[in-house]
């Protein structure tokens, strides 16, 4: 399954207007001190939001297939970006009255995250740069 984003600057700013599969539009913005205005999460910040989605969307998903209430779930991601390798910290906090099987099985699930599973897997990078100008592709 392949999944597609494309990004535009807002008007030149540090604004980003990002297409995500032609269904979706999110922004991105820098803090005021890189120059931005700080009106929407940075790119790398979107990395944490992310996994932690991920991770509750799993938990939810397999809970509902079981007719199991949990009411609302949350789940906490801090992201190092300053450590080689970076660092990620993921906390699930699930309501009371869970069986210790049930904990364990979300755990379980938790853990098979898409998100998750692409970034311990790692990626490969194919980049090009081109003009928008017949036959001026930089490769």
């Not at 890189?34 to 397999?62: F, Q, R």
Request: proline fraction near 5%; charged fraction near 25%; include cysteine.
């Amino acid at each position: 399954m392949s999944f597609t984003a494309t990004a535009h600057s807002i008007d030149g700013t540090l604004r980003h207007e990002i297409d995500v599969n032609g269904r979706h539009t999110i922004t991105t913005d820098e803090p005021e001190s890189l120059g931005g205005t700080d009106t929407a999460p940075a790119p790398h910040e979107l990395l944490a939001a992310t996994l932690a989605s991920c991770v509750s969307t799993m938990i939810v998903l397999y809970a509902r297939r079981h007719d199991w209430d949990l009411g609302d779930v949350r789940v906490d991601v801090d992201y190092d970006a300053d450590t080689t390798p970076r660092g990620v910290e993921v906390t699930v906090h699930l309501p009371e009255g869970l069986t210790v099987e049930q904990t364990e099985r979300l755990k379980r699930v938790a853990d098979t995250c898409p998100v998750r599973r692409a970034l311990e897997a790692g990626f490969s990078f194919d980049e090009r740069v081109e003009h928008d100008l017949p036959g001026a592709a930089l490769r």
